[in-house]
Every structure is written in structure tokens, then in C-alpha cells.
Nanobody
Framework: QLQLVESGGGLVQPGGSLRLSCAAPGSTLNSYNIGWFRQAPGKEREAVSCISRSGENTTYIDSVLGRFIISRDNAKNTVYLQMNSLKAEDTGIYYC?????????????????WGQGTQVTVSS
């Protein structure tokens, strides 16, 4: 069973930056594709970015291209999401998800392991 723990959320002004971390205590994270997903109030959970086991392959939704960077450090058993130039529409609960599936599809339906989420609020 994969346990995921997110951290790094908070309140930031528009244009600011945050770095989210997803740790997997007691598990070997390099056996999983990992994704970052977010859910705004009243909306469905959506994919933000995903990364393959090796870190060689990454995907992003169009709205965060050029602003967010996903990376992983398998030695530290941690995946990161660097978020720059944040906008109000980036506000939501950010979840880390994991899947054993060998897939390039970055969608919540493919991910079966979830963390508890971390709140990101972008507001002046």
C-alpha cells in the first residue's frame, strides 16, 4: 500500500511561487508514476502534471505550461511541484497521486493512491 504525504501549500499573492512536496514514507516511490492533481470548490479533481518512474517523461495541462515544473528525487523518495507566476485560478486543494500502471495518461481515473491534500490559495 502506497502512502503519500503532501506538504508546501499555503497562501501566496498572485505572481508568487510555492513548491509542493510529495513524500512516500515506507515505500519505494520509483515503482510508481506520480501525478499532481487539484480540486477547486465545486469542481471536479483535475490533473495538473504527471511524471514517469524515471522522471524522463512529464506532462502538464496547458494552463500551467511554462509556470509549473514537476520533478522527482527517487533517492529522497519525493516528488516536487514548483509553481511559479501563480494565478487566482490556481487556487485549490492539491493532491499527490500514484499509480503502478505503465501509462502516459495523466488523469485521476488512472491513479489509485492518494495523499490527504494540501491547500493552495492565491489571493491578494
Amino acid at each position: 500500500q502506497l502512502q503519500l504525504v503532501e506538504s508546501g501549500g499555503g497562501l501566496v499573492q498572485p505572481g508568487g511561487s510555492l513548491r509542493l512536496s510529495c513524500a512516500a514514507p515506507g515505500s519505494t516511490l520509483n515503482s510508481y508514476n506520480i501525478g499532481w492533481f487539484r480540486q477547486a470548490p465545486g469542481k471536479e479533481r483535475e490533473a495538473v502534471s504527471c511524471i514517469s518512474r524515471s522522471g524522463e517523461n512529464t506532462t502538464y495541462i496547458d494552463s500551467v505550461l511554462g509556470r509549473f515544473i514537476i520533478s522527482r528525487d527517487n533517492a529522497k523518495n519525493t516528488v516536487y511541484l514548483q509553481m511559479n507566476s501563480l494565478k487566482a485560478e490556481d487556487t485549490g486543494i492539491y493532491y499527490c497521486g500514484g499509480t503502478r500502471a505503465y501509462t502516459s495518461i495523466c488523469h485521476p481515473l488512472w491513479y489509485g493512491f492518494w495523499g490527504q491534500g494540501t491547500q493552495v490559495t492565491v489571493s491578494s
